[in-house]
């Protein structure tokens, strides 16, 4: 089996790139722990992922609804698990360890890796379930994404586009989905290394057009994070060496294997061909040049179907955390010297214990896809999990349940005034409001505000009370309220006096049709969402009241003395004209420069200490006297140096 050194120190890289994101993006401080782990591979260590762990874990119980985002659970899990994957000292390279040694470093290396597949498999394959098992007609009609792209949170300039595209299109698009989320999933725990591989580049496929129409902030690069523990050290490996060409089997027992592989491995991409045509009843209509497409099962029948498969999915993740755990005892049988047998038994013993028990955790969450099987969980998880719930060790997802919007994207815009006659809309950095301007770019940052605006134009506003302190601080003209709304505060209507009235309009925006010049959006006013207030209004007083929000008097005092939290407010007050996502891509060009200029300097670092270290060895000949030693075998001496060289070199 394909080791996953390389995929690992992938995935630790990824982890913290998403990390420093994610902080970036909450405008907390500049991430130093991520973008060390980022840079410097002594600082990929578990410590470092326990700190970025528990940061994230505290931010996440602050903001409450603003950080309630699947996304945000998903990173809690994903950098929990890097905790495990990290190595407590960087294992030596293959050309420089013994084979022992390297054995000992590699034994327990799978096994929490493993998790983060399982990981993979649980967020793609429930993602997949949900959009049937919610009964949304739009996901059953396979028309859910002829209203996604207009519909979604934050779209992007390509979202206008793919909307216009044929329905045709967004149907097979929808059904190109189901098979990538539900049909493709149980490849990731495939024995066949190409199949892996097939699911990896499906997986990467969704992600990447995720990515390019909408602004999901750092979540689909999280989830391209995860996919890298479908590869393994040979996929990644570059140049060109004796592990990059594939070997001919020679004995006909190896070619009988492979050839059976390969059968195998037809017959599952024929199955999912079949599969795929039957139960989306695709048919291609050549005068029309167009594939249709339609759901030819019930929802009894997936319900049926999915009682069937969820119980033995979890029997599939046990096989094949079983078959990891025989692989690491096999490894542990290889390390030579009783020492270090002794210390990687120590070191396997804690991560299996530690893997089996975040496996078993996971299995409630999961099972929540299917209640029945969830109720025939061994009761010892249901205590695992209840016990660390709070930690948020494992998590279920189900991403678009359910489409929204279907009669034209609901949406809230503030508007303020200074006299109650004449109001001036309040403009947001990224959310739709002025119909002339483009969706826009913000991957990887999430603009928090923006989206609870979202959630919020989807029901009355009594459901969502932060709104109702939004209102009261835009009537204080609280500055660090308004930077959430424009990061460049010139750009605020009502920036030099808060505006006197604050009220709330719901509209109904729609994507503009080609051919209408200098427009994105079309909208349509619906109703008023949220009545004229001023300060001292017994309406506003009265909902603050209700909901717990009014001013503590007097205000807590707070202290910034301390070095750190005054370089920190220095450090923030000079990025907070600085729009996030330019943030953001500043940092990820910052970290593009130190990994290319390391890579430069690589080479002539190590050329500088390889004469250093051969000068070590040049007084051992000075050393030996006479002419005996020095005539003795001149032949098998330097044979013997030139092996003792050629091996440093390697």
């Known amino acids: 089996m394909a080791g996953s050194r390389l995929p690992q120190q992938l995935f630790l890289q990824g982890v913290a790139a998403v990390f420093m994101f994610a902080f970036a993006s909450l405008y907390m401080q500049i991430p130093v722990l991520a973008l060390g782990a980022l840079l410097l591979r002594p600082l990929r260590h578990p410590l470092t992922y326990l700190l970025l762990w528990a940061s994230y874990l505290s931010a996440c119980q602050v903001g409450q609804v603003f950080l309630y985002f699947q996304w945000d659970s998903l990173l809690l899990e994903t950098g929990f698990l ?14 420089q360890a013994p084979q022992g040694r390297l054995a000992g470093a590699l034994a327990d290396g799978g096994l929490p890796f493993w998790l983060v ?8 394959f ?28 934050l779209p992007t300039p390509a979202a206008w586009l793919a909307h216009h595209l044929p329905v045709w299109i967004h149907k097979l698009s929808v059904v190109a989905t189901f098979l990538i989320e539900i049909a493709m999933p149980p490849l990731f725990f495939a024995p066949i290394r190409r199949l892996r591989l097939a699911a990896f580049y499906a997986q990467v496929l969704l992600q990447v057009l995720i990515i390019i129409t909408g602004n999901y902030n750092f979540f689909n690069l999280l989830t391209l994070v995860l996919t890298t523990a479908l590869l393994d050290d040979q996929h990644l490996a570059t140049g060109s060496g004796p592990g990059r060409h594939r070997k001919i089997p020679t004995s006909w027992p190896k070619a009988l294997l492979t050839t059976l592989s390969l059968l195998l491995e037809l017959t599952i991409y024929g199955l999912l061909a079949y599969g795929t045509v039957h139960y989306f009843g695709l048919e291609f209509d050549w005068r029309q040049h167009s594939i249709h497409s339609r759901t030819t099962f019930t929802f009894h029948q997936f319900s049926q179907w999915l009682k069937t498969v969820t119980m033995p999915t979890m029997w599939l993740g046990v096989a094949s955390l079983a078959w990891e755990l025989l692989t690491a005892l096999w490894r542990w049988t290889q390390v030579q010297g009783w020492l270090p047998k002794v210390c990687a ?33 061994w009761t010892g998880t249901h205590r695992l999990f209840g016990a660390v719930e709070h930690l948020q060790l494992a998590n279920s997802y189900g991403l678009f349940r359910r489409m929204t919007g279907l009669g034209g994207r609901p949406e809230v815009v503030l508007e303020g005034s200074y006299d109650g006659h004449l109001w001036t809309e309040i403009e947001f ?34 459901q969502s009370p932060w709104f109702t302190g939004l209102v009261l601080r835009l009537l204080q003209g609280k500055e660090p309220v308004i930077r959430l709304i424009q990061s460049d505060v010139a750009r605020y209507p009502f920036y030099k006096q808060p505006p006197t009235y604050v009220r709330a309009q719901r509209y109904k925006y729609w994507f503009s049709q080609p051919g209408e010049q200098g427009r994105w959006w079309r909208r349509q006013w619906v109703e008023e969402f949220f009545p004229p207030v001023s300060l001292g209004d017994p309406t506003l007083e009265s909902m603050l009241r209700q909901f717990g929000l009014q001013d503590k008097n007097p205000p807590r005092a707070r202290s910034s003395h301390h070095p750190l939290a005054q370089a920190l407010h220095w450090v923030r007050t000079q990025l907070s004209p600085v729009e996030p996502p330019t943030l953001l891509w500043g940092l990820l060009g910052a970290v593009a420069a130190v990994r290319v200029t390391q890579a430069l300097l690589a080479p002539w670092l190590l050329r500088s200490f390889t004469p250093s270290r ?14 005996t030693s020095t005539q003795a075998s001149p032949a098998s001496n330097n044979s013997s140096s030139g092996s003792r060289t050629t091996r440093r070199k390697k």
């Open 614 to 627: 051969e000068e070590k060895h040049k007084p051992a000949p000075k050393k030996e006297s006479g002419a």
């Open 117 to 124: 597949r399982w990981l993979l498999f649980r967020l793609m």
């Open 345 to 377: 038994g120590i070191r396997l013993s804690i991560m299996g214990t530690a893997t089996v028990a975040l496996f078993l955790i996971s299995l409630v969450p999961y099972s929540y896809v299917e209640p029945g099987t969830h109720g025939r969980l």
């Open 429 to 462: 950095m990224y959310k739709p409001g002025n119909v002339s301007r483009s969706p826009p770019l913000v991957v990887p940052h999430q603009p928090r505000l923006d989206w609870q605006m979202w959630f919020a134009a989807l029901g009355p506003h009594t």
């Open 126 to 153: 429930a993602s997949g379930v949900v959009k049937l098992t919610s009964r949304c007609p739009t996901w059953w009609g396979l028309t859910a994404l002829t209203y996604h792209y207009e519909t979604q949170c």
């Open 82 to 95: 890097a905790v495990l994957v990290a190595p407590l000292r960087q294992p030596p390279s293959c050309k």
